[in-house]
């Protein structure tokens, strides 16, 4: 199962690149156009920022999943394992078609889930003011760490597969590769912004990354159910 879960999340963040772009493509566009010149080699230069910062997010990703599946495993210590690891696998699947569909422009009910992240967000927004301007790779990496916490619903579709897997390691490794599949995109919202976004706005694209994600959540769901016989 943690085979399943892993590669799946990997393709949910590669395939959510229309969502990731929506939500932090701005972000990271604004962040690289203003990092400092350090040498004579600027793409390096803004390679190391950039990695340094998807690095930070990536970290408050993989610790998040950690939390919620530790979490889940204490919980499932109080009830019956087996109907409460159903029940979230249930909610995981459910989670992913809704997420799908939004990516796909086909329903936008996730935005809800994302207002309520708002109102962490509201604590932890002037945290980076710490860290801005970002003159040095180690403010990226922390500036990745608070920004890694910006709502998004995606992200939190994606956790529900931690909080399923009830365990601390696999929750931390399903977030993790979560975030690795969302680096190309955020890398190249940093690097070719305006190419990206032309390319991951077009209606087929959205729609068949939509489609795949359902696709995912209905293969969870029917995991989920088959556990039943």
Known sequence: ???????????????????????????????????????????????????SYNLGRITSYTLAGTFVGASASALGQLFDADIYLLILRIFAGIMMICTGLYIAQIWSGIVHIE????????????????????????????????????PCGLVYSTLTWSVASGSALQGGLIMFAFGLGTLPALLAAGVAAKTLANWVQKKAVRLLSGLLLVLFGLQTLYIAFSQLN
């Open 115 to 150: 207002k309520l992240g708002k109102i962490l967000w509201r604590y932890l927004q002037p945290l980076t003011r710490k860290v801005l301007p970002i003159k040095h790779p180690r403010q990226a990496l922390l500036a990745g760490m608070v920004w890694g916490w910006l």
């Open 1 to 51: 199962m943690i085979e399943y879960n892993v590669g799946g999340a990997f393709l949910v963040g590669l395939m959510g690149a229309a969502h990731c772009f929506g939500m932090c493509g701005g972000l990271i566009g604004a962040f690289s156009a203003n990092i400092p010149n350090r040498g004579t080699n600027q793409l390096a230069n803004q390679l190391t920022f950039l990695l």
